[in-house]
């Protein structure tokens, strides 16, 4: 991280009559800004180039949106490049920020599929409510 830092200053990584960067430097500037992140939850939107999420427990739901245009994506046996994908997939996708979007790199699933996360905890506060009165 320090080299990539150094790089950027003018004068360091070059000698006098090297003005141009090392492979090793251009090849970092390639890589994400900051490491994948993998989290899990149900699909509940998707298109051509990105899919949204739902995901969280115990009341704290997250709906975020991953651009998918990109990345690797294996439903069960099937690899696909791109979406659609089907609704309430169970999904697990590695990704990070760049520019304040979220790019997915990878997109798991089994196939198998949920309810989101947010409709099963309020259909279990319902039955306990539902147990409490009784």
């Known amino acids: 991280m320090l080299g990539i830092l150094l790089a950027g200053l003018p004068g360091c990584g070059q000698s006098p009559n090297n003005k141009e960067t090392s492979s090793s430097e251009s090849s970092a500037a390639d890589e994400p800004e900051s490491e994948i992140i993998y989290i899990n939850g149900v699909l509940t939107e998707s298109d051509e180039d990105s899919v949204t999420m739902e995901y969280g427990s115990e009341g704290n739901f997250t709906q975020t949106t991953f651009d998918i245009s990109n990345a690797d994506i294996q439903i069960g046996e099937s690899r696909k490049q791109g979406g659609p994908l089907a609704a309430n997939l169970k999904l697990e996708i590695g990704y990070y920020v760049k520019d304040g979007k979220y790019i997915a790199v990878s997109v798991y699933?089994?196939?198998?599929?949920?309810?989101?996360?947010?409709w099963i905890y309020n259909h279990e506060q319902q039955t306990m409510e539902g147990k409490t009165k009784e």
């Open 109 to 118: 699933g089994d196939g198998s599929e949920s309810m989101t996360p947010s």
